[in-house]
């Protein structure tokens, strides 16, 4: 009858070197095993990554079709609205930026225009359409310095664009030569006003029968007519921007406008 024993060890006569080997490629295997499970990972990280940018990219630019649709039909805010969320999902497109500061404009809010517009050539320097609108928006804003040198910037990206020259810098230009005439009209009703205030005819003593009294009289009334016919008087600019000093209420500038139909649309890339 044979014994009963306990059963060998596995690998109690296996040759060391062939453990050795078996071990090692255990372990080359585990390795690789996990270096391509990494990899696998790494590529579904970046793989949703870029669906979750494509799809940011492609709501983006349906709300952007949107609010270009609305702001077509007058719909302003609610352009806006639709810009904005935009701008949430891709908010370096200078596209977006440009056209929200076309229809705040057009709303009158300049302030917001203009940070708007400087967003937009901020993304895009090289872009001339987004400093023609900065420069529309830093003249509502009453930065007509600014504006002639967005312009200006405009013109040197675009020298064919004719409404860069002929509509835009050139009432710019106007606007700019309106502000110098004011101020020197201004200067000179302070001045005649100063005169009339501390004329030297009322600091001297006159004999009343005399006709020294008659003439500083005189003086007095001049200066008093002159500086009643300033403040009546408004400084205009023709079409051919000539300064014209208009008395009365019934002067206005005759100058030509940017249209609002051309000043309001959607940009292409």
Request: aromatic share 6%; charged share 30%.
């Given at each position: ?204 003593d006159y004999d009343f029968e005399s006709e020294e009294v008659l003439d500083a009289c005189v003086a007095v009334a001049e ?47």
């Open positions: 009858m044979a014994s009963f024993g306990w059963k060998r060890k596995v690998g109690e006569k296996v040759s060391k070197s062939v453990v050795q080997r078996f071990e090692e490629a255990e372990v080359s295997h585990s390795g690789r095993r996990r270096d391509e499970d990494e990899v696998d990972w790494l590529h579904a990280v970046k793989r949703r990554r870029e669906v979750l940018l494509e799809d940011c990219d492609a709501k983006s630019k349906r709300l952007k079709e949107e609010g270009s649709l609305l702001a077509e039909q007058g719909r302003h805010w609610e352009a806006i609205k639709k810009w904005d969320e935009a701008i949430q999902l891709t908010p370096e497109n200078p596209l977006l930026y440009e056209m929200k500061s076309q229809v705040l404009t057009i709303l009158r809010e300049v302030f917001p225009a203009t940070k708007a517009a400087e967003m937009a050539v901020k993304l895009r320097p090289c872009w001339w359409e987004g400093w023609q609108t900065l420069g529309r928006a830093q003249l509502n804003l009453g930065e007509v310095d600014l504006a002639i040198r967005s312009f200006q910037v405009a013109i040197h990206l675009c020298p064919s664009e004719s409404t860069l020259w002929q509509e835009d810098l050139a009432w710019a230009l106007k606007l700019q030569t309106h502000n110098l005439a004011t101020k020197k009209k201004i200067h000179e009703e302070q001045e005649t006003e100063k005169q009339i205030l501390s004329a030297p005819e009322l600091q001297q200066r008093q007519t002159r500086y009643e016919e300033l403040k009546r008087t408004a400084v205009v600019i023709d079409a051919e921007g000539n300064v014209k000093n208009v008395t009365g209420e019934g002067g206005s500038e005759d100058v030509v406008i940017p249209s609002e139909g051309q000043f309001v649309k959607a940009r292409g890339v």
